[in-house]
């Protein structure tokens, strides 16, 4: 999407026929894809927990959100490739950070529950239904937001 910004081809889109929604929803749902693709795959070959495939399935989708939200992220925030990989470099860091939570036993470890991946984490560590449904709304508002802020900067 950034070699598309850079070349105005979202500009062409919104008088395209077909919404700006419509083609963010497409993009999304494909980055959404393969990011749950290569979850399940890495939970399916590495195997690190006891997980059934129907676990698997369910934390691989938990963690496409991240995909969505990142995507997000870095189309609204980036104006060129350099700066999309820039934030691509800092956004991993604060998705691999609240990994931490399995290294430390301490109270210290809530601090990073600011962080939508930090009740997915949580939720692949004590699976529950309730950190489960914490990630899902963590991940939709920060989705929300994402597209808010995209779409005010599209117009």
Same mark, same amino acid.
């Not at 393969?34 to 691989?60: C, H, M, P, R, T």
């Not at 969505?68 to 104006?79: D, G, K, Q, S, W």
């Not at 914490?134 to 920060?142: A, D, E, M, P, R």
């Given at each position: 999407?950034?070699? @598309?910004?850079? @070349?105005?081809? !979202?500009? &062409?889109?919104? &008088?395209?026929?077909? +919404?700006?929604?419509? /083609?963010?929803? *497409? ?10 693709? /290569?979850?399940? !795959? $890495? !939970? ?6 006891? *997980? #059934? ?6 934390? #691989?989708?938990?963690? +496409?959100?991240?995909? =969505? ?5 870095? =189309? ?6 350099? @700066? $999309?990989?820039?934030?691509?470099? $800092?956004?991993?860091? /604060? ?5 931490? =939570? /399995?290294?430390?036993?301490s109270s210290w470890k809530h601090i990073f529950s600011v962080f939508p991946f930090y009740w997915t984490y949580k939720a692949m560590q004590e699976p529950n239904f309730l950190w489960i449904l914490? #990630?899902? =709304?963590?991940? !939709? ?7 808010? &802020?995209? #779409?005010?900067?599209? @117009?």
């Open positions: 999407m950034l070699d @598309e910004k850079d @070349e105005n081809v !979202l500009t &062409v889109i919104r &008088v395209m026929p077909f +919404s700006m929604f419509l /083609f963010l929803t *497409y993009r999304l749902l494909l980055a959404s894809f393969w990011a749950f693709y /290569f979850a399940f !795959l $890495g !939970l399916l070959v590495l195997d690190i927990q006891n *997980y #059934s495939l129907l676990e698997k399935i369910a934390y #691989s989708l938990l963690c +496409s959100q991240t995909a =969505v939200a990142a995507l997000l992220f870095v =189309v609204t925030f980036a104006t060129n490739k350099i @700066e $999309g990989i820039t934030l691509i470099k $800092g956004i991993n860091f /604060f998705v691999v950070l609240p990994a931490l =939570v /399995f290294f430390i036993d914490i #990630s899902i =709304v963590s991940h !939709l508002i920060v989705f929300l937001i994402g597209y808010y &802020v995209f #779409s005010k900067k599209m @117009e």
